[in-house]
């Protein structure tokens, strides 16, 4: 049975990289076919070439016409390799297109945001409904998948789906930043005590995280913290970064996979005082790289970071700045007992496992 991965992006992105890693990690390849971005190279993807398309859906670009000719060429791709499943990575709003143009194939979908977080825009928010809606309701839905138990249950509030439909796999750690791993350094000789790394957004809870910061520097705590990702940083904190400088570092720019790993090598502890949110690639990936993690309890962070009889992290209330900082002020004063997680990691968030899971289930589903 031949099997298509779709992943339609306007830019590079997690989910663009998350995908890439998906394909690549697969141990079965021969029914496999990739749609994906024309932002990806085809020499990212481990693939014969005539089983990759390229497909432009720019959504800077205003010419509808090069979207039109890629729907086609979807089209055309499908039946030329006589697809008989059609996998939807992204959450892009042209996957109800493609759904539709094919609407004689089995296919299945990976559910993202069954309750998008506080951080996506309206429009946004209005085109993934407008998506999940012909998703959700196609006679040909094989299965929906989700990251997390929690993320199982956000959508099994909606009543159209069949929850037996709904299959859990841990999304794995970011495999584009931990290959650009040259040389692991020791925990004792690392230059930042704290790191926060990502996009900058006021979900994320940015304010909180610099209140806790302050709070240690008016108790004379000596510490050392980096803040790396593109962002409106003046949108999301309240001024006090300002007076921190030589305790608190700011790259408030995008920067590449390869800096991004060597920052959080570098980096003790890392610190995601998110408000809310849904699916996760960063614990995983932070707790590989060596770190210790501290995670607000939203979304997937305690599901993840529990996997395990013992934590492997702090949980932690979201929007309370004083147990933020009573976690930090434990982290300094613990950091000599840490222990290395990475071998946990790689048993429940390894690429590999999450392609192999998602394949056999996709596969078994379509040969019963």
Same mark, same amino acid.
């Given at each position: 049975?031949?099997?298509?991965?779709?992943?339609?992006?306007?830019?590079?992105?997690?989910?663009?990289?998350?995908?890439?890693?998906?394909?690549?990690?697969?141990?079965?390849?021969?029914?496999?076919?990739? =749609?994906?971005?024309?932002?990806?190279?085809?020499? *990212?993807?481990?693939? !014969?070439? %005539?089983? +990759?398309? /390229?497909?432009?859906?720019?959504?800077?670009?205003?010419?509808?016409?090069?979207?039109?000719?890629?729907?086609?060429?979807?089209?055309?791709?499908?039946?030329?390799?006589?697809?008989?499943?059609?996998?939807?990575?992204?959450?892009?709003?042209?996957?109800?297109?493609?759904?539709?143009?094919?609407?004689?194939?089995?296919?299945?979908?990976?559910?993202?945001?069954?309750?998008?977080?506080?951080?996506?825009?309206?429009?946004?928010?209005?085109?993934?409904?407008?998506?999940?809606?012909?998703?959700?309701?196609?006679?040909?839905?094989?299965? =929906?998948?989700?990251?997390?138990?929690?993320?199982? *249950?956000?959508?099994? !509030?909606? %009543?159209? +789906?069949? /929850?037996?439909?709904?299959?859990?796999?841990?999304?794995?750690?970011?495999?584009?930043?931990?290959?650009?791993?040259?040389?692991?350094?020791?925990?004792?000789?690392?230059?930042?005590?704290?790191?926060?790394?990502?996009?900058?957004?006021?979900?994320?809870?940015?304010?909180?995280?610099?209140?806790?910061?302050?709070?240690?520097?008016?108790?004379?705590?000596?510490?050392?913290?980096?803040?790396?990702?593109?962002?409106?940083?003046?949108?999301?904190?309240?001024?006090?970064?300002?007076?921190?400088?030589?305790?608190?570092?700011?790259?408030?720019?995008?920067?590449?996979?390869?800096?991004?790993?060597?920052?959080?090598?570098?980096?003790?502890?890392?610190?995601?005082?998110?408000?809310?949110?849904?699916?996760?690639?960063?614990?995983?990936?932070?707790?590989?790289?060596?770190?210790?993690?501290?995670?607000?309890?939203?979304?997937?962070?305690?599901?993840?970071?529990?996997?395990?009889?013992?934590?492997?992290?702090?949980?932690?209330?979201?929007?309370?700045?004083?147990?933020?900082?009573?976690?930090?002020?434990?982290?300094?004063?613990?950091?000599?007992?840490?222990?290395?997680?990475?071998?946990?990691?790689?048993?429940?968030?390894?690429?590999?496992?999450?392609?192999?899971?998602?394949?056999?289930?996709?596969?078994?589903?379509?040969?019963?």
């Amino acid at each position: 049975m031949n099997i298509c991965l779709v992943c339609i992006n306007s830019s590079r992105s997690a989910i663009g990289d998350s995908f890439k890693s998906l394909c690549n990690n697969l141990s079965e390849k021969e029914n496999v076919y990739v =749609i994906k971005s024309f932002c990806y190279n085809d020499s *990212e993807f481990n693939y !014969e070439k %005539h089983r +990759i398309l /390229s497909v432009n859906f720019d959504k800077r670009d205003k010419n509808m016409f090069r979207k039109i000719d890629s729907l086609l060429k979807i089209k055309k791709f499908v039946k030329q390799n006589d697809i008989k499943h059609l996998f939807f990575y992204s959450d892009n709003p042209f996957n109800a297109l493609v759904k539709m143009l094919n609407n004689k194939i089995d296919y299945s979908f990976w559910w993202h945001d069954p309750k998008p977080h506080t951080g996506v825009k309206l429009i946004n928010k209005i085109l993934s409904k407008v998506n999940e809606s012909v998703l959700l309701t196609g006679k040909k839905l094989n299965n =929906i998948f989700v990251a997390s138990n929690y993320l199982k *249950e956000l959508a099994e !509030e909606n %009543h159209l +789906i069949d /929850s037996e439909k709904i299959k859990v796999i841990y999304l794995p750690y970011m495999e584009e930043i931990t290959l650009s791993v040259q040389e692991e350094v020791p925990y004792d000789e690392r230059y930042y005590d704290f790191i926060f790394f990502g996009r900058i957004e006021k979900y994320k809870g940015l304010d909180i995280l610099e209140q806790a910061f302050y709070k240690l520097h008016v108790d004379g705590i000596n510490y050392k913290a980096l803040i790396v990702g593109p962002g409106n940083l003046n949108d999301c904190t309240n001024g006090l970064l300002m007076k921190l400088n030589g305790k608190v570092e700011i790259i408030n720019r995008y920067v590449s996979n390869n800096e991004l790993a060597k920052y959080i090598l570098n980096s003790r502890v890392a610190v995601f005082p998110y408000r809310d949110s849904t699916g996760t690639q960063t614990v995983q990936t932070a707790i590989y790289l060596g770190c210790t993690v501290v995670a607000t309890n939203t979304g997937s962070f305690k599901e993840y970071l529990s996997v395990r009889d013992s934590m492997l992290g702090y949980v932690i209330k979201p929007n309370d700045s004083n147990e933020l900082y009573k976690v930090l002020l434990k982290c300094l004063d613990d950091h000599m007992t840490h222990k290395n997680n990475k071998s946990t990691i790689d048993m429940f968030f390894n690429p590999k496992t999450m392609a192999c899971n998602l394949y056999r289930v996709i596969h078994n589903k379509n040969r019963g």
